[in-house]
């Protein structure tokens, strides 16, 4: 199988960054950085993970005119990034754009294209805040309108809370790769995460890759939960990449 944990380096300096990747690097299956740690790093923290060895997934949520969004991914690719995200609501052809600029990049590099991932609805807003954005058919609705919008568009990825991994994977086959939020292990403090699932539940709902934060950074012991996160989870449904 493949290693479906990305570890979320929810942290403010590249100092304690870099101190979880090395501890984590081998038993972890990409780092997310996120819009706290490359605010106050930049791209040189981007480098030095990367040079750990690790996959690095750049959390910046691009949303903005699809020429503008296309050399924001293309620099991405030029640090190193192997995954990112995009908000979907940015529309087909800021989509699009960001695909075939990482598709164009990737080539002319002779590696692997990145993975762009659509955002949907963010897990902070619900029906209310969508009908003051005058959206008037509820999060689940919108969720599965913009994750079509997003696969129509040649996205290869989506963003997606535990509780629409099982519909997204029946809206959209067995291709697209879902990544998964909000998980943690009944024991485990939820911190402010409100509906979770377990990493086994995730992966057998379907997901393909699983963005764990908290219950690995601040355990006492960061590379023992990250082990047995994986061994809790079912090799044989884990798809390879
Ligand atoms: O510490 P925790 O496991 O809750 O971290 C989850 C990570 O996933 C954080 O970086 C958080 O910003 C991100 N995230 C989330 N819920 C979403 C989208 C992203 O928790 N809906």
Do not use: Y
């Not at 791209?43 to 050399?71: M, S, Y």
């Not at 190193?80 to 598709?103: F, I, K, Q, R």
């Amino acid at each position: 199988m493949h290693n479906p944990i990305i570890v979320a380096l929810d942290v403010p300096k590249a100092k304690e960054a870099l101190e979880l990747a090395k501890e984590l690097g081998p038993v972890v299956g990409a780092f997310k950085i996120g819009k706290q740690l490359f605010v106050s790093e930049g791209p040189e923290v981007v480098r030095k993970l990367k040079e750990t060895g690790g996959k690095i997934f750049l959390d910046l949520k691009f949303h903005d005119i699809p020429n503008t969004v296309a050399k924001a991914v293309q620099s991405a690719i030029d640090m190193g990034v192997d995954m990112l995200t995009v908000h979907t609501s940015g529309g087909s052809e800021m989509l699009s754009a960001a695909e075939n600029a990482s598709n164009e990049k990737a080539a002319k590099l002779g590696i692997a294209s990145p993975l762009i991932l659509g955002v949907t609805v963010l897990t902070s807003m619900d029906d209310n805040n969508l009908a003051e954005l005058g959206i008037q058919e509820g999060t689940k609705r919108q969720v599965v309108r913009l994750a079509k919008l997003a696969a129509a568009s040649g996205l290869r990825g989506l963003v997606c809370s535990p509780q629409e991994i099982k519909f997204l994977r029946e809206e959209l086959g067995s291709d697209i790769d879902l990544v998964t939020p909000g998980i943690r292990f009944d024991a485990s403090p939820s911190d402010d995460q409100k509906r979770t699932m377990s990493p086994s539940e995730a992966v057998k709902a379907g997901a393909s890759w699983l963005v764990i934060g908290r219950p690995i950074t601040l355990a006492e012991n960061p590379r023992s939960a990250a082990i047995d996160i994986l061994n809790s989870i079912d090799s044989e449904i884990v798809p390879s990449k």
